[in-house]
């Protein structure tokens, strides 16, 4: 029995228990668990089925933690819970004698870093234990990651730079709002940007620099140079990259809601005195937007995410475009949630499947790129994912910033 306990039930956990209860020859029993309960009861009834189980769980209390796995003896757990939780969801893991999968890493509460260090030192306990962990399995980080070791494997004796492009052209008809958890997309938006050149990063300043992209079946969008995580553990594991960078686009209202953000300090994550108790900003102007979860019915648009990569094959100069595009109401049609949680709740889905098969099983800790990609491409495709792979000649840095 496959049994697998997914944390989390936000938008990213609905698709994710949708995608694993249309294949029971894989995940034949599916428990579905978080703070709210009511949450995971909502998703476990429109999905209709019996296999699917809730229960509530506070990720932040071990003990509490480790009872439930203990009590329904999953055979992994598929974390999409907040990034803050990681760790505390990795030693429950341990200590049970489970697998785990997540799709971002970890990030300090206190403090805006987006880094793999902390899940990395697990690599020894988790291999000693016998146990596997599989980070970042979402869209960016994830299929971005697939996408490069796939390129690497099919059309490169050697990469020589990697351009990772990220389009939301979907429109919910808010001012503002995010379509993720805003804690972790206004902290990624505003911090420092950072790029991967000649064996050292290149930090700049948030929105310094931008390129106009034609996305296809999308058009031209401003993109942003931001840092995002998977360029971390890419030039970590893929060796003789040159260059490295993630570029992200966003709506005129979106930067100008941002600036504003900024301006008042509603992005701070330190503390501050309100009326004789302690508030973080950031937490007030997350209970004041709407719910990522909610965006779903509303939202119209593409989505178009993918990674330039040139480089050389039988000493020739190489380039590739691999990307997909993905529809918010197609996807809401299917699971109840818009494109940005489908694209990565399908990789999750993906990767957990991955494990169960045995495909990609091995103890330790260890990021998307390190196994076979052909296996993963395969199911990006079959469970609505299509990708395009094609010679291109695009020159990033011959684009125009305006």
């Known amino acids: 029995m496959s049994r697998v306990l997914i944390i989390g039930a936000g938008g990213v956990g609905r698709v994710v ?5 249309q294949l029971p020859e894989v995940f034949s029993d599916i428990w579905l668990a978080s703070r709210t309960l009511f949450k995971c009861d909502r998703i476990a009834q429109e999905i209709g089925s019996s296999r699917v189980s809730t229960a509530q769980v506070d990720v932040d209390n071990p003990t509490e933690l480790v009872a439930l ?8 757990v598929i974390n999409v819970a907040l990034p803050y939780q990681d760790l505390s969801i990795m030693d429950a893991c341990l200590e049970t004698g489970i697998d785990y999968l997540d799709t971002a890493n970890y990030e300090p509460p206190d403090v805006a870093r987006f880094e793999y260090k902390w899940q990395w030192a697990y690599q020894q306990r988790f291999s000693d234990a016998g146990i596997m962990a599989l980070l970042g399995s979402g869209f960016d980080p994830g299929v971005t990651n697939v996408f490069i070791a796939y390129a690497l494997k099919h059309h490169f004796d050697r990469i020589d730079t990697v351009d990772i492009l990220d389009c939301n052209a979907g429109d919910h008809g808010y001012p503002f709002a995010t379509n993720f958890n805003p804690e972790i997309n206004i902290r990624e938006v505003t911090a420092n940007g950072r790029y991967f050149l000649d064996g050292a990063w290149i ?23 931001l840092y995002h995580e998977e360029m971390e553990s890419l030039i970590r594991h893929i060796p003789g990259i040159r260059r490295m960078r993630f570029w992200m686009t966003f709506g005129d209202s979106y930067l100008r809601h941002l600036e504003m953000i900024r301006n008042l300090g509603l992005d701070a994550i330190d503390p501050i005195e309100f009326e004789g108790r302690k508030i973080v900003p950031l937490k007030f102007l997350k209970a004041l937007l709407p719910d990522p979860a909610s965006l779903g019915a509303r939202t119209k648009g593409k989505t178009n995410i993918g990674c330039i990569v040139t480089g050389e094959k039988n000493h020739r100069p190489v380039s590739r475009y691999i990307y997909n595009v993905c529809d918010h109401q197609v996807c809401y049609r299917e699971t109840n949630a818009q494109a940005v949680s489908y694209t990565t709740g399908v990789p999750a889905m993906i990767g957990a499947k991955m494990m169960l098969e045995g495909r990609w099983k091995q103890a330790g800790v260890w990021n998307m790129e390190q196994f076979d990609p052909d296996p993963f491409m395969e199911d990006l495709s079959r469970f609505g994912l299509p990708w395009q792979d094609l010679a291109c000649d695009i020159d990033i840095d011959a684009l125009p910033d305006s």
């Open 69 to 76: 796995i203990r009590r329904i003896q999953p055979r992994m």
């Open 17 to 21: 228990t949708h995608k694993c209860a």
């Open 203 to 225: 930090e700049t300043r948030p929105m310094e620099i931008s390129k106009v992209f034609d996305f296809p079946a999308i058009g031209p969008r401003k993109m942003y140079l």
